[in-house]
């Protein structure tokens, strides 16, 4: 099967698991939220995300450019991440909703981020967390890797091939665990944070069925907002906010 086809028929599951799950785009609608309190639209320049899926995004972000691999109606280029086409310094946030850990080399990517955003751009990760109670979740009920302790290609130069890589660990161990290794000179972190999001893992996501009635989401809401004082026992969700350093 070719990555264009598996890719697809992934789209179309996802797009048919927002219209039929009431509960998930709560869910999103609330990461979406923390993700529009990290824009701020006084910055000039384009907002553009990156590996956009099914387009939610644009629902809750005006005039953003919606991106991706493969075209689809909804979007408006069709792009490598590695290869943005976009003039230097013309993009004012880069958005990346779980695209963070598909990067096989992001560093590379985050050179190319460098190149595209003005001098006070940012770049937004909303991506998984790893922590004691998330890491048996994410590895027996996701279908991706934690890749955990897989060596992290933090090369300047993209990948030759663009093969399917997924490595759900990557940003708790780059941004929470290493110290930005590789790329701490060129970027400063402005926000960073992990939450406790077990009103996600238990929804099912866009490929499980949902382990709680959506009545139930408010209670969930506060029990995961109090779990998240404890971010490495509970967190199961991270945003990043970047921006280039000023060397």
């Not at 809750?60 to 075209?71: A, E, I, P, Q, S």
Request: proline share 6%; hydrophobic share 40%; charged share 15%.
């Amino acid at each position: 099967m070719t990555q264009l086809i598996q890719h697809q028929i992934e789209i179309q599951s996802n797009q048919h698991a927002w219209e039929s799950k009431p509960l998930l785009r709560e869910i999103y609608r609330q990461f979406y939220s923390s993700i529009r309190t990290l824009i701020d639209l006084t910055i000039p320049g384009t907002v553009v995300e990156i590996g956009s899926g099914i387009g939610n995004l644009r629902d809750h972000v005006k005039n953003v450019v919606c991106t991706d691999l493969f075209r689809n109606p909804w979007l408006d280029v069709v792009c490598d991440g590695y290869r943005l086409p976009f003039r230097d310094g013309s993009v004012s946030h880069l958005v990346l909703f779980d695209v963070f850990h598909h990067l096989q080399a992001p560093k590379a990517f985050l050179l190319e981020a460098r190149r595209v955003l003005g001098r006070s751009g940012r770049v937004i990760l909303f991506e998984p967390y790893i922590s004691l109670a998330s890491h048996p979740v994410y590895g027996v009920l996701h279908h991706e890797p934690i890749a955990w302790k897989k060596p992290i290609d933090l090369n300047a130069s993209p990948p030759q091939r663009h093969d399917y890589y997924a490595a759900q660990g990557n940003a708790t161990r780059l941004f929470f665990r290493n110290g930005m290794s590789g790329f701490a000179n060129d970027w400063n972190v402005f926000f960073k944070a992990a939450y406790c999001s077990f009103a996600y893992l238990l929804s099912g996501g866009y490929s499980k069925p949902a382990f709680y009635p959506a009545s139930l989401l408010p209670a969930m809401n506060w029990i995961d907002t109090r779990l998240s004082r404890l971010p490495g026992v509970f967190a199961s969700r991270c945003l990043i906010g970047l921006t280039p350093a000023k060397n």
